[in-house]
């Protein structure tokens, strides 16, 4: 049969979009690129913001005439939003054409119950959270359908921080890393079948290994076993928690050359009462010293930050902390929401939930002073080198290539005949001028 898989969300559902893929492959099935040509629709859901539900809401509503005209069509919805509480149900009885609805933790069973639905007809609903199961490597499969020269590898699953706006614990468990021989293994694998960047995935990188009884592996202890493989040109990994992040790891990232000298570090507010209602754990004096420790040992670290306007209660004074905040520490760049209510959190049920229009406008107004922000450093970069991995051709103009520097900013140059290039190669490239989201160079020879 043939399928197609729309993803909503981050990268943890991208990848599972690439392990559905593979596990649809290795079943049989075949990929196609519009839903009208397809047997199998799953649609990979998100539910971190009411906006991210609503796309997925809207999509597979727009799917219900498909399966009227194609009554043999078998629609799955997985992913986040399946999985929360009493979202599996609401979805059956709403959209009577969605046949399997499975959560975050069912994805290897998907093939079969295919199997089973094609035979049957009848709905399938499995949201069980499995923490007995050995994750699934993704191993050789990832590969033949990944970006040739890039690769998500996901190190631990879950998160145990419940941050009191987020979602995402409740739909995605409690914390588990994958056994660090397979995370090593895959990503060897990886690399000799032409992988020269990996990014590693977890909810919270930091606390890597620390459900592993018996095992002392931690995450720079892995970040020290994959800078060893041959292949690998650059390591990425996102999210680092902050409170996690110390100084040692940053004195074992600031001697491994090839994990890049991006750091992310959602601060998501510069308030010590929001961020203590926010349960962070930690202050914004304690995040301050961590910025310090990384600007001394890394002076050139591209520093990137998570925001969050209008959390319930947030008062202008709070606010007014934040814009210093950002001007005190100086983002390279910052991914700024408005607070979402997420029912079941503990935020939710907080007093003094904030006006839409109010947090619209403290979102322009943090945005604006971000982006001066983000463009001062960018242009702080205007006359050096910087070495460049090759992504392709910019997606704005054909003439000019798009690559990205160590601190993961874009850059594009424009392409030169004589240059013979393919993604993932590194070349260092002169930088002429600088935009609020990218720089522009040239070859540098
Ligand atoms: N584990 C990662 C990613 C979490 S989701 C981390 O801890 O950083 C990515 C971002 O979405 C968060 O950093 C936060 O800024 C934002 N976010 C999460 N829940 C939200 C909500 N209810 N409303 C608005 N933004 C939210
Ligand atoms: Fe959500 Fe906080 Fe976990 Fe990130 S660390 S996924 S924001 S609960
Ligand atoms: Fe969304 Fe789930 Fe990621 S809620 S942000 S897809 S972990």
């Keep these: ?9 981050c990268q943890m559902n991208e990848n599972d979009s690439r392990h559905i893929a593979s596990l649809l ?34 999509f597979i509503g727009s799917l219900k005439h498909l399966k009227e005209n194609n009554p043999e069509l078998i629609i799955v919805v997985c992913g986040c939003m399946s999985q929360k509480d009493g979202n599996a149900n609401m979805l059956a009885s709403k959209y009577r054409h969605i046949g399997i609805i499975i959560g975050t933790f069912a994805i290897s069973f998907l093939p079969q119950y295919i199997e089973e639905y094609a035979a049957t007809g009848k709905r399938i609903i499995d949201i069980t959270e499995r923490y007995d199961m050995e994750e699934p490597s993704y191993g050789s499969l990832n590969s033949t359908i990944n970006e040739q020269y890039r690769a998500q590898v996901n190190i631990n699953f879950g998160c145990n921080n419940f941050c009191t706006y987020c979602i995402v614990p409740y739909v995605r468990g409690r914390e588990r890393s994958r056994k660090p021989e397979d995370i ?73 050359p090839k994990v890049c000298s991006h750091f992310h570090l959602p601060v998501q507010s510069g308030c010590d009462r929001i961020l203590k209602l926010m349960n962070r754990g930690y202050t914004t004096d304690e995040y301050k010293q961590k910025i310090g420790i990384i600007r001394q040992l890394i002076p050139d670290a591209t520093i990137t930050t998570d925001l969050i306007v209008g959390f319930p209660g947030e008062n202008d004074n709070d606010f007014n902390q934040t814009l210093q905040f950002l001007q005190d520490i100086e983002f390279d760049a910052a991914y700024t929401f408005i607070y979402s209510k997420r029912s079941g ?41 910087q070495e460049v991995m090759i992504d392709g051709i910019s ?51």
């Design 345 to 385: 959190t503990i935020a939710a049920d907080l007093p003094n939930h904030i006006p839409e229009q109010i947090k619209k406008e403290r979102l322009q107004i943090l945005m604006d002073i971000q982006n001066q922000i983000s463009l001062k450093l960018n242009r702080k970069l205007v006359g050096t080198t």
């Design 395 to 445: 997606k704005n103009r054909e003439d000019m290539l798009s690559g990205r520097t160590s601190g993961n900013k874009i850059v594009v140059f424009p392409l030169r005949e004589k240059n013979i290039w393919h993604p993932g190669d590194l070349i260092p490239i002169k930088i002429n001028s600088a935009q609020t989201w990218n720089l522009v160079g040239q070859y540098s020879d």
């Design 1 to 9: 049969m043939r399928y197609y898989i729309q993803t909503f969300g």
């Design 184 to 256: 090593i293994s895959e990503i060897k694998q990886l690399a000799s079948s032409g992988v020269k960047e990996v990014q590693l995935l977890g909810q919270n990188v930091n606390s890597y290994g620390k459900d592993m009884n018996g095992n002392n592996w931690d995450f720079a202890q892995l970040l020290i076993a994959i800078n060893d493989i041959n292949g690998i040109e650059r390591i990425r990994y996102m999210t680092s928690h902050p409170r996690d992040f110390d100084q040692r790891l940053a004195e074992i990232i600031a001697k491994l």
């Design 25 to 58: 492959a290795s079943a049989g099935h075949k990929p196609c690129l519009q839903t009208e040509e397809a047997d199998i629709i799953i649609v990979n859901t998100c539910c971190v913001r009411e906006s991210a539900e609503n796309r997925a809401v809207g």
